[in-house]
Nanobody, 127 residues
């Protein structure tokens, strides 16, 4: 599975961006998917995750209420809609896929649970 994340860029604080993660090589419709980010000098952290069924999601406290993760299995794509962006959201954003068979509601929140990673897309929020 190859994952390609795109949609990053420069945006002013309070603005919005939508990141996309396109999968190729095989379908990810039965994979849990997640978005992580890594800011300069900081460790990678989870931002959001979605179960393979799309029925459940997870958000870190820092983005809850501002970001929305979704998936379109027909397009083999996962999205991260980011609203009300803040300077502290500046980071490289990575999408990842969890290929372990899971229950329909499970969404992985630990980076160690993910097998496949995209190359990252840079989001810069100016204050």
């Amino acid at each position: 599975v190859q994952l390609q994340a795109f949609g990053g860029g420069l945006v002013q604080a309070g603005g919005s961006l939508r990141l996309s993660c396109a999968a190729s090589g095989r379908t990810v419709s039965n994979y849990g998917m997640g978005w992580f980010r890594q800011a300069p000098g900081k460790e990678r952290e989870i931002v959001a995750a979605i179960s393979w069924s799309g029925s459940t999601t997870y958000y870190s406290d820092s983005v809850k209420g501002r970001f929305t993760i979704s998936r379109n299995n027909a397009r083999n794509t996962v999205y991260l809609q980011m609203n009300s962006l803040k300077a502290e959201d500046t980071a490289v954003y990575y999408c990842a896929a969890d290929s372990t068979p899971r229950t329909f509601y499970y969404r992985a929140t630990d980076s160690a649970e993910y097998d496949y990673w995209g190359q990252g897309t840079l989001v810069t929020v100016s204050s």
